[in-house]
């Protein structure tokens, strides 16, 4: 790659998002948007590295990508089609001669990104067709990116996004930002489709290193526009919260092996400070709001108990335990309880968590979750009950799937008081 | 990636406040920034003569110097944070500060990666 080619893909990665979601908002299609800014970024690739990149590159993108968009409507119109199409493309005709990039205030602009994240996140869409989506129109990353990230096949990712293209141009899904009640209901897609893209990169399971890391930022990047877009969500607020504060671990969770390492053996001046801070004040922006914290808040809420503790043995495990509580209510599941019944143990003592892992024991959604056995045996040892915790780290242990972890819970089997 | 943004204004200490005009667009500017979801922080800085400069000996002895000490071009009047994929997008970035008669200079922020494992292992936190 050229250094000309290497700065016209950085203008890209800036400007293509709002490219597309302005187009969207005149021909009211995210696929066509998509194709007529690539005709765009072809465009410029031929001619900026001769004449340099124009003073207002966005500008000049979107006026490219409104021609070719013009020109192939009108050429399409001499067809015969049926009479709705030509009804709706009559509109993107008349939108796309009308409007003004340039004298387009900041809130239409904000508005139509606003619009194209709901529509990349439509529930109408599979999960893994959302976060595809999404980190090719609003990140700007190629189908191979997508591809090394969740370690896909190029064409898998390019297949999927060709049909959830197409499926939302079918369903004729109107490019908007939903209102009111449909807002409530739409936006927990949006935030779960942000979340799972930072936990791609946060599981770190396998792959290079670097797309994690850059997985992770664009998760943050997202939920900061989010933020910005749409500052009256509190659940928003929450989950940057949530992402900043466990991003601020990243450099810590890793052993000098690439072993995991798990947080309260964390070395935590390896926490980034700065994310710690940013972290919390967008916890502060979501508990200032109206209303309850809703999941994101709670768990963010959680994480930022953990990251005000300068040593583990700081932690204020009364507050953690009521926040899991908290979670248990507005979200309840199995694996929350489980937590909850490691911080009831930390606070008041291992019986505390055994009691409610008692009552959680039969729940089908654990029978095979090596999690709640490892915990139970760690609890019953810490309860001086050493033989009943060397059955549960030897059911434990034939549960994982984790080498490193299996070999961890049969030392432990071997010598439960130690 | 993160990369610093190094304001050199380019003026001499008397000069140092800004005008409104001035203020008002690199706020619109840091807005851009915020919105993007990329601005980490931001911090504008006093003139020299508000702070001062150690220097140290090659024995490792300090000398304290108060300012103004150095050339005006050489001064930094402000930096910014942000995360950005490339160093080309920083630069871009960069490039679109309303400034005039300055310059700015862009650095990536070394990570803990960038050294070597020995090095790694003897860190002890920020």
């Excluded at chain 1, 009804?87 to 004298?103: Q, V």
Aim: charge should be negative; glycine fraction near 8%.
């Amino acid at each position: 790659m050229t250094e000309a080619t290497r700065a016209i893909e950085a203008v890209w990665r800036i400007e293509s998002a709002r490219l597309i979601a302005g187009l969207a908002r005149m021909v009211g299609d995210v696929g066509f948007a998509e194709d007529l800014a690539q005709d765009a970024l072809v465009a410029a690739l031929e001619k900026w590295p001769e004449s340099g990149v124009p003073d207002n590159p966005g500008a000049w993108l979107m006026a490219t990508a409104k021609n070719r968009a013009i020109d192939r409507l009108r050429r399409e119109k001499t067809y015969e089609r049926k009479r709705e199409e030509v009804a709706r493309d009559t509109g993107a005709l008349f939108a796309l001669e009308r409007s003004d990039f340039e004298a387009a205030v900041d809130d239409a602009i904000g508005d139509d990104l606003l619009a194209l994240i709901f529509t990349c996140c439509h529930p109408l869409l599979s999960r893994e067709a959302r976060v595809a989506l999404t980190l090719r129109l609003l990140g700007g990353l190629t189908t191979a990116e997508i591809a090394r990230a969740f370690l896909g096949s190029e064409s898998t990712v390019a297949q999927r996004l060709v049909r959830a293209k197409r499926t939302l141009r079918d369903a004729k899904i109107p490019f908007e930002v939903p209102r009111g009640d449909e807002l409530d209901e739409r936006l927990p897609s949006v935030l779960e489709v942000i979340y799972l893209v930072f936990n791609e990169g946060y599981a770190a399971s396998a792959g290079e290193d670097w797309i994690r890391t850059d997985l992770c930022e664009e998760a943050l990047r997202l939920g900061r526009i989010l933020g910005e877009l749409a500052p009256r969500e509190p659940e928003v607020h929450g989950l940057v919260a949530l992402l900043e504060i466990q991003a601020s671990r990243l450099r810590a969770r890793r052993g000098p092996d690439g072993e995991p390492v798990l947080l309260l053996a964390q070395d935590r001046g390896r926490w980034d400070p700065l994310l710690i801070v940013r972290g919390r004040r967008a916890l502060e922006r979501a508990e200032e709001l109206p209303g309850p914290l809703g999941p994101y808040g709670l768990q963010a809420a959680i994480a930022a108990c953990h990251a005000r503790a300068i040593r583990a043995e700081e932690t204020n495990w009364v507050r953690i335990a009521a926040l899991y509580d908290a979670l248990a209510q507005v979200q309840p599941s199995p694996i929350v309880e489980l937590n909850r019944a490691v911080a009831l143990a930390m606070a008041f003592g291992p019986e505390a968590g055994l009691e409610l892992l008692e009552e959680i024991k039969d729940d089908p959604a654990l029978s095979n979750y090596h999690l709640l056995p490892s915990v139970r045996g760690d609890l019953l040892a810490k309860a001086g009950r050493h033989e009943e915790a060397a059955a549960e780290f030897e059911r434990a242990a034939d549960l994982t799937d984790n080498a490193r972890e299996r070999e961890l819970l049969l030392s432990r089997a071997r010598r439960p008081g130690a | 990636m993160r990369f610093i943004m190094f304001m050199y204004p380019g003026i001499e200490e008397k000069d140092w406040e800004p005008t409104p005009e001035a203020v008002a667009a690199m706020g619109r500017y840091n807005e851009e920034l915020r919105k993007a979801g990329l601005l980490l922080s931001l911090d504008g800085l006093r003139p020299p003569s508000d702070g001062g400069t150690i220097r140290f000996s090659s024995e490792g002895e300090a000398t304290v110097t108060d300012g103004p000490f150095a050339e005006a071009k050489e001064v930094v009047g402000g930096y910014w944070l942000i995360q950005a994929r490339s160093k080309e997008e920083a630069l871009e970035w960069a490039s679109r500060c309303p400034a005039q008669d300055c310059a700015i200079e862009v650095r990536r922020v070394a990570e803990m990666e960038d050294f070597p494992q020995e090095v790694q292992d003897a860190y002890e936190g920020p």
